[in-house]
Each structure stands twice: as structure tokens, then as C-alpha cells.
């Protein structure tokens, strides 16, 4: 369990805690008898993470009465069952200049101003869905029960408390009955309104209920999902533009932040996609707000710069590095022909590395980087290794770029698709479906097999008739005449990729030399794939260690791609020798040599292991 006390955070809360407690301006809501009671000293702070961690000081754990901090969750809930319009024609969205208990409505539409004010979230009560009113009454329970992550009571006292004074609010039901905003029994919405208003809840549970919202609609701890994303963004900005009584204009320009105040003392405050900040505190100012919730949100806000509209958080580089495979090549061992082609050519292989999060912005900045790159390139990689997220704006910039990259003839690869967090693996995934892209584990994979269609592409056909045997290191030194003996003798062979060339433990007659292509040193492993522990290429001969030593085969020989070589047996080279005794000495020394650049380059990679 992590210990809060330690952390930087909640010494940060206790700071504030202590520098706010001494604030003793203000005084507690008395119209409703019951609020009246409540201990002006009380003070608490939580703040909620949108993964539900909860920091707190004071009293953050004493119980209290929601009032109208219930207002935005309980229009959310409306937005959820009915949708926006149905809700749009029983309440606005417009702010009052008029206070929030007012008896006035829209003359236009004679509907409610907003549902922050009494008069709108009256008209929301009357929305509420059931077929009894004890079950509208459990129906907004469970609603807010679910905001909370825990089941939540209604504070009979300050219930019977309001529904005894609750005149005003009476008088606002009458009116909306009379202009047919509500079409219930005033009596009966009003019990409702008024329980809602009486919901027993700790500046913590507040916080997490901010949490929920903060968190795009889903409560961090149970993981309901409460809302629907767009709903929480109507709730978050009638509560910036209505949620602080007729304070709102000044608090969004200072604080900058979606809130809600309520008489009984609490304010809390929502910073999306981050965190939200629960404090109550009962003393109020004129206006009806918490004197220490207010300055103490200020504070926050100003102290990490939390103003919305402050932030304007430079746009993240999603482009992490871009390499070219005639930089940067595949982990594949490749002979040297191969690596000058891929030094040559490989530029035509781009690999792009991307990391972080792709949305507008930073979408629109990758695709800046990545066309020209793609009007240069056949092969293009995408490694997603450490891409987190890409929302539908970016999804769908994305698609129309890879769309017309590939219509230029690009072909395209993503990697690592499966290791991403699962909305953005599966936004890949409808990525790569649409366009045709291929798919791969590693970006390693992606550019081994990217080169090796290039190398497919660029190799030149081999030509026997103008191939000359003196370019084989193994025959160097021999003049005409000898090299015409050899030709006489060696056996050239074709094999295509794939081909067993020779199979470990077979006896041995015959050694090769490769003209062209590559061929894998494989040893069996105990498991089904064998490990590739070599590769041979042009010049470099296989299999003389059995011919030499008369023994069986120590390996198998699979070819690569398709290969080239010329085998000479025990006998070939004794024929020669009888020939020319030169041309075997030559041959012999040719191969000590190769031996002995092996055994220097094991010694180099014994003492690189040390
Ligand atoms: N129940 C209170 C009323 O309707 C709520 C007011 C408030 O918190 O703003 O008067």
C-alpha cells in the first residue's frame, strides 16, 4: 500500500490545508434550518486521481449534503437515458445573471436557463425515469451511488429540513408546471429534487465522483462507466459556464477550471483527462460559494498552472527517429555482397519509430515528416513499439495517408501491433485492414524481410557462360591452363531457397565453393527450429571438414535464396594434383589461409566475450 503520507502530494495538501484553515470570512447557509448546524472550522481537501488514487487532509471523511454539487451528475445521468436533445427541450444551456434560486426562466422558450441553477435541475428531477417515485428515488440513489464507487444515504434531517422551508423552489416547480417544463406532480419532483440535494457525501467521495468525469466518464474503481464521453463534455462545460453560481465568469477567467459549488460548503473542481479536487468548507461568501473553496482552488490552479487554457501543451514529437536499412539493417548475418547492396541501396527502406500519443496535432505533424520520406521510399515501416495512443481525429489523417502512400506503390509494414494498449492496438488493426499493410511482431522482422525482397529486386541474374572461377578466392593463383583443369573436373550445382544442401551427420564426399547466393549454417537446438549459427556467401566454401577429415557432417546446409556452388570431391583434388601438383598446392594453401582468418576471427570474438 503506498504510504500517502510520504508522498510530495499530500504534504502539498496539508500545506494548503494549513495555510487556508485560518481564512474566517464568510457564514454558513442558514435557509435551510438544518445546513445551519454545520461546524464553520470544518475544512476538508481530496484530491482524486483519474486512476482513483485519493489524496487527502482535513476533514475529508466527514459526511455532509451534496446540494447542488448533485446538479451536474444528476444532468448527466438525464443526457444518458434520454440523449441531448430530449434534455435540451425541458433545460437550456445558456448562464444566468440571476442568482442560483431565482424564479425566472428563459422568456423565449420559457424553458429553465441551465441545469446548474434550482430552476433547471428541478426540471431535470422531472425527467427522472421509474414507475413509482420510490423507484425514481432508488433510480437517483444508485445513480450517484455509481458516481461515488460506494452506495450513498440521503440525510433525512436536512431532507425534512428542505422539504419543510423549501418555498422558493416550490415556487419555481409551479411555474415550470405552468409553462410545461415539468409535467409531473410539483409535489412529487420536488421530494425527489430535494433528496437528491440531501445526499450524504466526504469531500473524498466527491473527488472521486470529479474523478469519474475527469476520467471521461468512467469511475477509476469500479471501472462503470458512467457517462458517455460526449455527455461529460456537455456536463464539464455547462459546469465552466454555470457552475459557480454568478461567479462563474470571473472563477472560469482566474481558475480556469469546470467546477461546482453547493451551500453546504463544497466545491469541486475537474481538471479532464488529469485529476479533480474535492474541498468542503461551509462558510460562504455573498455569492454562495466556500470562501476556503474558493481561495483554495485558486491557489491550486495558479500553483501548477492548471487554467485550461493556459496549457497549451506544445505538440508532442510522435516521430521518435527515422533510419534507413542502408544505415541501419536487420539483425540477419549477411555476406559481404550482401551488406555492399543493402550499403548501396538500402536507403529505399525506411523504418520510422514512433512513441507517445497521435492526435490532431501531433498527427498532423507526423504525416508533415513522413510524406516527403514516403515519396522517396518503396518500403515503409511504422514501429509502434512505443505508441500509446491515436484518437479517431488522428485515426482517420492516418488513414488517408497511408492510403495514398500506398497508391504510389509503397509497400507498407506496422510492427508491434499486438504489444500496444488495446484501443490503440485495435486502431492499428483497422489501420493495417483498410490499407493492406503487412504486419509484424518486431520492426526486425519488418526490415529483414523488406530487404531481402529488395535484394530479390536488385541482384543481378547470374550468367555461367561469363562467370570466371579465378574470382574464387579458392583458386587464386592458378593460372589459365590450370584453371581449365579445375573447370574440367568441379560440378556446378543449383539450388533454390530452402534446399537441404547437406544434412548434419550424412557422410561426406564432396566440398563446396559458392559462385553466387547464400547458404545457413544450422545446428540443431532440442526444440523444433534449429539455430542459424553461420552464413556463407560468393567465395566462401562449405563441407571440406568431412572430406578432410573422412568423418560425417557436422551441420546442415540450407540454402537461402538460390545459390551457386561448385562441389570437388577427395577425388577431384587428387585427379588434379596428378595433373599439376601445383594446382593442388595452390588449392591447399588458398584453404589454409581461409582457415586461418577463421580461427583469428573465433579468437577475436573469444577475447570480445571476456
Ligand atoms: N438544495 C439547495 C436549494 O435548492 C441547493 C442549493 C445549492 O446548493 O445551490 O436551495
Same mark, same amino acid.
Given at each position: 500500500?503506498?504510504?500517502?503520507?510520504?508522498?510530495?502530494?499530500?504534504?502539498?495538501?496539508?500545506?494548503?490545508?494549513?495555510?487556508?484553515?485560518?481564512?474566517?470570512?464568510?457564514?454558513?447557509?442558514?435557509?435551510?434550518?438544518?445546513?445551519?448546524?454545520?461546524?464553520?472550522?470544518?475544512?476538508?481537501? %481530496?484530491? *482524486?486521481?483519474? +486512476?482513483? $488514487?485519493?489524496?487527502?487532509?482535513?476533514?475529508?471523511?466527514?459526511? &455532509? #449534503?451534496?446540494?447542488?454539487?448533485?446538479?451536474?451528475?444528476?444532468?448527466?445521468?438525464?443526457?444518458?437515458?434520454?440523449g441531448a436533445s430530449e434534455v435540451l427541450r425541458k433545460v437550456g444551456v445558456e448562464p444566468t445573471g440571476e442568482a442560483f434560486n431565482s424564479i425566472v426562466l428563459d422568456q423565449q422558450n420559457n424553458r429553465p436557463f441551465n441545469p446548474m441553477v434550482?430552476?433547471?435541475?428541478?426540471?431535470?428531477? %422531472?425527467? *427522472?425515469?421509474? +414507475?413509482? $417515485?420510490?423507484?425514481?428515488?432508488?433510480?437517483?440513489?444508485?445513480? &450517484? #451511488?455509481?458516481?461515488?464507487?460506494?452506495s450513498l444515504d440521503i440525510d433525512e434531517a436536512v431532507f425534512r429540513s428542505e422539504?419543510?422551508?423549501?418555498?422558493?423552489?416550490?415556487?419555481?416547480?409551479?411555474?415550470?408546471?405552468?409553462?410545461?417544463?415539468?409535467?409531473?406532480?410539483?409535489?412529487?419532483?420536488?421530494?425527489?429534487?430535494?433528496?437528491?440535494?440531501?445526499?450524504?457525501?466526504?469531500?473524498?467521495?466527491?473527488?472521486?465522483?470529479?474523478?469519474?468525469?475527469?476520467?471521461?466518464?468512467?469511475?477509476?474503481?469500479?471501472?462503470?462507466r458512467m457517462l458517455a464521453p460526449e455527455h461529460v463534455r456537455d456536463v464539464l462545460t455547462l459546469m465552466m459556464s454555470c457552475g459557480m453560481y454568478d461567479y462563474a465568469g470571473e472563477w472560469s477567467y482566474d481558475v480556469g477550471l469546470p467546477a461546482k459549488s453547493g451551500v453546504s460548503g463544497a466545491v469541486l473542481a475537474v481538471l479532464p483527462?488529469?485529476?479533480?479536487?474535492?474541498?468542503?468548507?461551509?462558510?460562504?461568501?455573498?455569492?454562495?460559494n466556500s470562501v476556503r473553496g474558493v481561495a483554495t482552488c485558486r491557489q491550486i490552479s495558479q500553483d501548477f498552472g492548471l487554467h485550461l487554457f493556459m496549457n497549451a501543451a506544445s505538440v508532442e514529437e510522435v516521430v521518435r527517429r527515422i533510419a534507413h536499412a542502408d544505415r541501419q539493417s536487420s539483425l540477419r548475418i549477411r555476406n559481404p555482397r550482401e551488406r555492399d547492396l543493402l550499403a548501396s541501396h538500402g536507403g529505399r527502406i525506411a523504418l520510422v519509430e514512433l512513441q507517445g500519443a497521435l492526435y490532431f496535432a501531433s498527427a498532423e505533424r507526423m504525416i508533415r515528416q513522413l510524406q516527403p520520406l514516403a515519396a522517396e521510399v518503396d518500403y515503409l515501416i511504422l514501429d509502434t513499439r512505443r505508441l500509446n495512443s491515436l484518437d479517431p481525429a488522428a485515426e482517420a489523417f492516418v488513414d488517408r495517408f497511408l492510403a495514398g502512400t500506398r497508391d504510389e506503390g509503397v509497400e507498407i509494414a506496422v510492427a508491434e501491433i499486438a504489444s500496444r494498449p488495446a484501443d490503440a492496438a485495435a486502431a492499428l488493426d483497422r489501420l493495417a485492414d483498410r490499407n493492406g499493410l503487412r504486419r509484424f511482431d518486431t520492426a526486425d522482422a519488418a526490415l529483414e524481410t523488406y530487404e531481402e525482397m529488395l535484394l530479390e529486386k536488385i541482384r543481378e541474374p547470374f550468367d555461367f557462360s561469363r562467370f570466371s572461377l579465378s574470382t574464387i578466392e579458392l583458386f587464386k593463383g592458378l593460372d589459365d591452363a590450370q584453371l581449365k583443369h579445375v573447370e574440367a573436373?568441379?560440378?556446378?550445382?543449383?539450388?533454390?531457397?530452402?534446399?537441404?544442401?547437406?544434412?548434419?551427420?550424412?557422410?561426406?564426399?564432396m566440398?563446396?565453393?559458392?559462385?553466387?547466393?547464400?547458404?545457413?549454417?544450422?545446428?540443431?537446438?532440442?526444440?523444433?527450429?534449429?539455430?542459424?549459427?553461420?552464413?556463407?556467401?560468393?567465395?566462401?566454401?562449405?563441407g571440406e571438414m568431412a572430406v578432410l577429415e573422412g568423418g560425417a557432417r557436422s551441420a546442415d546446409i540450407v540454402a537461402d535464396e538460390r545459390t551457386i556452388c561448385y562441389g570437388l570431391t577427395a577425388d577431384h583434388l587428387e585427379t588434379l594434383g596428378h595433373q599439376d601438383p601445383r594446382i593442388l598446392s595452390t588449392i591447399l594453401t588458398n584453404m589454409a589461409r581461409e582457415f586461418a582468418g577463421r580461427i583469428r576471427r573465433g579468437n577475436d570474438i573469444i577475447s570480445a566475450l571476456q
Open positions: 500500500m503506498h504510504d500517502d503520507t510520504r508522498s510530495p502530494f499530500h504534504a502539498y495538501l496539508k500545506e494548503l490545508h494549513g495555510r487556508f484553515r485560518g481564512l474566517d470570512a464568510g457564514a454558513v447557509a442558514d435557509y435551510i434550518p438544518e445546513l445551519a448546524k454545520a461546524a464553520p472550522e470544518s475544512f476538508g481537501i %481530496a484530491f *482524486a486521481t483519474i +486512476d482513483g $488514487h485519493v489524496y487527502s487532509t482535513g476533514d475529508s471523511t466527514t459526511a &455532509f #449534503s451534496i446540494q447542488s454539487v448533485s446538479k451536474p451528475f444528476a444532468y448527466g445521468g438525464a443526457l444518458e437515458r434520454l434550482n430552476a433547471g435541475a428541478i426540471a431535470v428531477s %422531472a425527467l *427522472a425515469e421509474g +414507475d413509482t $417515485h420510490e423507484d425514481r428515488i432508488e433510480g437517483m440513489r444508485a445513480l &450517484f #451511488s455509481g458516481f461515488a464507487g460506494r422539504a419543510e422551508t423549501g418555498h422558493r423552489n416550490r415556487a419555481i416547480a409551479y411555474l415550470m408546471l405552468n409553462t410545461g417544463m415539468i409535467d409531473r406532480p410539483p409535489e412529487e419532483v420536488l421530494d425527489l429534487y430535494f433528496r437528491q440535494c440531501a445526499l450524504r457525501v466526504t469531500a473524498e467521495d466527491l473527488a472521486l465522483m470529479g474523478a469519474t468525469l475527469a476520467n471521461n466518464g468512467v469511475n477509476p474503481r469500479s471501472g462503470q483527462g488529469q485529476l479533480s479536487i474535492a474541498i468542503w468548507s461551509p462558510p460562504l461568501d455573498a455569492i454562495g573436373v568441379i560440378q556446378p550445382m543449383q539450388f533454390e531457397a530452402g534446399d537441404r544442401i547437406l544434412r548434419r551427420g550424412a557422410e561426406g564426399h566440398f563446396f565453393v559458392i559462385a553466387r547466393g547464400t547458404v545457413s549454417v544450422l545446428v540443431p537446438t532440442g526444440s523444433e527450429t534449429a539455430m542459424r549459427i553461420g552464413c556463407i556467401g560468393p567465395g566462401q566454401f562449405f
